[in-house]
């Protein structure tokens, strides 16, 4: 009887190995193909975040720390980096894509242009 419990134990741990690894397979099917909604929303993401933050930090004159936290809820992995001497601040979303706006005279902060 104990040889019979042992043997479900190790029937349903390698249910679970399967299960896990085919839900695995599922969402890296499902990013893939939508990677390229996935991009566009980063993209939009980015080129909201760096424009809002460019405004923060040159316009408002306020520190870029201070404006990270004006960041929208679901914008937590965009990473804001800025460039004080160039008027700039750069938003990126990790491996998908990354924006800056630029504070110009007489436009304000505007985005750079894409190279897509």
Do not use: Q
């Not at 085919?22 to 993209?43: E, H, K, M, P, Q």
């Not at 405004?55 to 965009?78: H, I, P, Q, Y």
């Not at 436009?107 to 242009?113: F, H, M, N």
Request: glycine share 12%; charged share 20%.
């Amino acid at each position: 009887m104990g040889s019979n419990s042992h043997s479900g134990r190790s029937v349903a741990g390698r249910a679970s190995f399967w299960i896990i690894g085919l839900a695995l397979v599922g969402i890296a099917i499902a990013v893939w193909s939508n990677r390229t909604a996935i991009g566009g929303y980063a993209d939009v993401g980015t080129s909201y975040a760096a424009r809002v933050a460019c405004s923060c930090r040159f316009v408002a004159g306020r520190t870029l720390e201070d404006c990270r936290k004006d960041k929208l809820a679901g914008m937590e992995l965009v990473s804001l980096s800025d460039d004080p001497e160039g008027k700039s601040v750069t938003a990126s979303f990790p491996l998908v894509t990354s924006n800056t706006a630029t504070l110009r005279d007489g436009y304000g902060c505007v985005l750079e242009p894409w190279e897509g």
